[in-house]
């Protein structure tokens, strides 16, 4: 069974600073693994996504994130934060041989100015 | 324009009066589904399908009901509404293997008084 851990539920950060969000996830077979961002009164929209590939994924919006199979991590990162980063993200994991998803708890990042 | 089209966006309705949530995707995908958001909860799957006449239970189906008579086409039932599952909705499309990113929906907005 697949499931995926969102270590917080809220971050704030400063405009221009840093951002670090974590994801921990528990597979049986090799996965695939999305971030994906949700805007206030809005859908969610796809950031990146994990295919075996290459390690390291780099989305839209300067935002990137690197597959650690040791640590069964996911984290998203960002080096500098703007405004308009500020939303919920989710964590998702797929796993071989199923179409269907599974969420994190999502979490919620705040920039303040 | 690839998309996936819920209606009504904002619905609020008395317990026990029937309603239907309806999703319309346009990108020819086998794969649709069903979930709830609720605050601190993430997204729970209600109902998922693989393809036209075939649907399964998610982690929260009690009380939803689905069909999937058309590929492009995968409403929402809530025969007997009840308070607790006043929620936000979203339904998603993708097409099959664990690669492929979903596309969500706008969300709908169910108040059950």
């Known amino acids: 069974a697949q499931s995926v851990t969102q270590l917080d539920s809220h971050v704030s950060v400063s405009e221009g600073t840093p951002v670090l969000l974590r994801c921990n996830y528990s597979?049986?077979?090799?996965?695939?693994l999305f971030w994906y961002v949700q805007h206030p009164n809005k859908g969610l929209q796809l950031l990146l996504k994990?295919?075996?590939?290459?390690?390291l994924v780099k989305g839209i919006n300067g935002f990137e994130a690197e597959f650690k199979k040791s640590e069964t991590s996911f984290h998203l990162t960002k080096p500098s934060a703007h405004m308009s980063d500020a939303a919920e993200y989710f964590c998702?994991?797929?796993?071989?041989?199923?179409?269907?998803?599974?969420f994190g708890k999502g979490t919620m990042l705040l920039v303040s100015p | 324009e690839a998309q996936v089209t819920q209606n009504p966006r904002y619905l609020i309705t008395v317990t026990g009066k029937k309603l239907t949530v309806t999703c319309s995707q346009n990108?020819?995908?086998?794969?649709m589904s069903w979930y709830r958001q609720d605050p601190g909860l993430g997204l729970r799957q209600i109902y998922y399908?693989?393809?036209?006449?075939?649907?399964d239970k998610g982690d929260v189906p009690e009380g939803y009901k689905v069909s999937r008579k058309e590929k492009r086409n995968f409403p929402l039932i809530l025969e007997s509404p009840s308070p607790n599952q006043t929620s936000l909705y979203f339904c998603?499309?993708?097409?099959?293997?664990?690669?492929?990113?979903?596309?969500f929906g706008q969300g709908t907005r169910l108040t059950v008084v």
């Open positions: 998603a499309s993708k097409s099959q293997g664990m690669n492929t990113e979903a596309f």
């Open positions: 597979s049986s077979y090799s996965p695939s």
């Open positions: 994990y295919t075996s590939a290459a390690t």
């Open positions: 998702v994991v797929s796993e071989a041989g199923y179409s269907t998803l599974t």
């Open positions: 990108m020819n995908h086998e794969y």
């Open positions: 399908s693989m393809n036209v006449e075939v649907t």
